[in-house]
């Protein structure tokens, strides 16, 4: 199956230390990836670096807060004087805070799209950079989101974030494909994860949720490890500017 394998690849996943990026990581290093992890902590990578160690791959980690450029400069300088240099990027790291759109901030919509659109921006443009210079090719995914392409009451910020994700995806397709990176994203439906769990603890909107999903249950982690593996191995070669919607059918049924 070599075409789903990422042996002498090296993956750079933000936001590693929990929920869909350490579900990712440890699914990129079954695959045959090293790792390099980031997250705000060193301390909280600690967990799903061992869990890579335990498949046989290396994994190293940097603390790293994406809303900051310059925490993105330093994460990228990091990794040049320890040698490191990533030809896979899962661009994950985000948060979400559920509130009402008359209560948005303008310091909670800052912290969001700082992080979701701004952060993810940065961080790609240092990977590519690297890449670009040296006349190597990568492959780039984005974690978007449902709302990247429905709209989703108290979650304004958020979903400004996500479908400018999905935008960014596009256009940095267009210009970087060419010369040899690929640019994808993932559409997580309904995972449960500490970011969401706000939601499940509503019994009545699980219940409510769980009949507008064709296949009747909420998304595993592990649901999302196989589109974002085919995303970057050569099974997806002649794949660029595509998002892949992992919801258990819930789009389709809308």
């Given at each position: 199956m070599s075409l789903f394998s990422l042996e002498g690849r090296t993956a750079l996943v933000t936001g590693a230390s929990r929920g869909i990026g350490r579900a990712l990581a440890i699914g990129l290093a079954d695959a045959g990836a090293d790792l390099?992890?980031?997250?705000?902590?060193?301390?909280?990578?600690?967990?799903?670096?061992?869990?890579?160690?335990?498949?046989?791959?290396?994994?190293?980690?940097?603390?790293?807060?994406?809303?900051?450029?310059?925490?993105?400069?330093?994460?990228?300088?990091?990794?040049d004087d320890a040698g490191l240099r990533a030809d896979v990027l899962i661009n994950n790291a985000g948060m979400e805070e559920v509130r009402a759109s008359v209560d948005v901030d303008e310091a909670l919509w800052n912290r969001i799209l700082d992080t979701n659109l701004k952060g993810a921006f940065f961080v790609?443009?240092?990977?590519?950079?690297?890449?670009?210079?040296?006349?190597?090719?990568?492959?780039?995914?984005?974690?978007?989101?449902?709302?990247?392409?429905?709209?989703?009451?108290?979650?304004?910020?958020?979903?400004?974030?996500?479908?400018g994700l999905l935008?960014?995806?596009?256009?940095?397709?267009?210009?970087?494909?060419?010369?040899?990176?690929?640019?994808?994203?993932?559409?997580?439906?309904?995972?449960?994860?500490?970011?969401?769990?706000?939601?499940?603890?509503?019994?009545?909107?699980r219940a409510a949720m769980l009949t507008k999903i064709p296949m009747g249950r909420f998304g595993e982690l592990d649901d999302l490890v196989g589109a974002c593996v085919f995303?970057?191995?050569?099974?997806?070669?002649y794949v660029t500017g595509q998002l892949v919607f992992v919801d258990g059918g819930y789009l389709a049924s809308i």
């Amino acid at each position: 199956m070599s075409l789903f394998s990422l042996e002498g690849r090296t993956a750079l996943v933000t936001g590693a230390s929990r929920g869909i990026g350490r579900a990712l990581a440890i699914g990129l290093a079954d695959a045959g990836a090293d790792l390099v992890l980031a997250a705000r902590s060193e301390d909280a990578l600690q967990g799903t670096a061992a869990a890579v160690r335990a498949h046989g791959r290396q994994a190293q980690v940097f603390a790293a807060d994406v809303s900051d450029p310059e925490n993105i400069s330093a994460l990228f300088r990091q990794m040049d004087d320890a040698g490191l240099r990533a030809d896979v990027l899962i661009n994950n790291a985000g948060m979400e805070e559920v509130r009402a759109s008359v209560d948005v901030d303008e310091a909670l919509w800052n912290r969001i799209l700082d992080t979701n659109l701004k952060g993810a921006f940065f961080v790609a443009r240092h990977f590519a950079e690297r890449l670009l210079t040296a006349g190597l090719s990568g492959s780039i995914v984005n974690t978007c989101s449902l709302t990247s392409a429905v709209g989703v009451p108290t979650a304004v910020p958020y979903t400004a974030s996500k479908t400018g994700l999905l935008g960014m995806t596009r256009a940095l397709s267009s210009e970087w494909s060419p010369r040899g990176i690929r640019v994808n994203g993932i559409g997580p439906g309904y995972f449960r994860t500490e970011l969401t769990e706000v939601f499940y603890q509503d019994e009545a909107w699980r219940a409510a949720m769980l009949t507008k999903i064709p296949m009747g249950r909420f998304g595993e982690l592990d649901d999302l490890v196989g589109a974002c593996v085919f995303l970057t191995a050569p099974a997806s070669a002649y794949v660029t500017g595509q998002l892949v919607f992992v919801d258990g059918g819930y789009l389709a049924s809308i």
